[in-house]
C-alpha cells in the first residue's frame, strides 16, 4: 500500500508560479512511476508529468519548459515537487498525484485526494 498526500495548491495570477508537493509513504520501494495529473471542468484527466524510480522524467507537450517535477527520498518517505512557471488561466484544475507501482507483473495506480490550482487575474 502507498499513501499520497498533496500540498500547495492555491490561486495565482497568470505568469505566476506555484510549487506542489506530494509526500509518498508506505511501501514506497515498490513505486516505479510517481507523477501528477490534473482534470479542468468538463474535461477528462490527463498527465502533467512523471518521474521514475531511477530519476527519468516525461512531461506533457504543453507543460515542458514550464513544469519541472522532482524527487527527494528519506528512508520513510518520498517527495515528489512539481514546479509550475508563467502559469496560464488553462492551467486551472484539480492536481493529483499519482503512483504506480508494480507487482509481479501487474500494476496498480494510487491516487492522492487532489489540490486544486486556479489561474486567474
Known amino acids: 500500500q502507498v499513501q499520497l498526500v498533496e500540498s500547495g495548491g492555491g490561486l495565482v495570477q497568470p505568469g505566476g508560479s506555484l510549487r506542489l508537493s506530494c509526500a509518498a509513504s508506505g511501501s514506497i520501494s515498490t513505486i516505479y512511476t510517481t507523477g501528477w495529473y490534473r482534470q479542468a471542468p468538463g474535461k477528462q484527466r490527463e498527465l502533467v508529468a512523471f518521474?521514475?524510480?531511477?530519476?527519468?522524467?516525461?512531461?506533457s507537450d504543453s507543460m515542458e519548459g514550464r513544469f519541472t517535477i522532482t524527487i527527494s527520498r528519506d528512508n520513510a518517505k518520498n517527495t515528489v515537487d512539481l514546479q509550475m512557471t508563467s502559469l496560464k488561466p488553462e492551467d486551472t484544475a484539480v492536481y493529483y498525484c499519482?503512483?504506480?507501482?508494480?507487482?509481479?507483473?501487474?500494476?496498480?495506480?494510487?491516487w492522492g485526494q487532489g489540490t486544486q490550482v486556479t489561474v486567474s487575474s
Open positions: 499519482n503512483a504506480v507501482v508494480i507487482t509481479e507483473g501487474d500494476s496498480y495506480h494510487y
Open positions: 518521474i521514475t524510480n531511477s530519476g527519468d522524467t516525461r512531461y
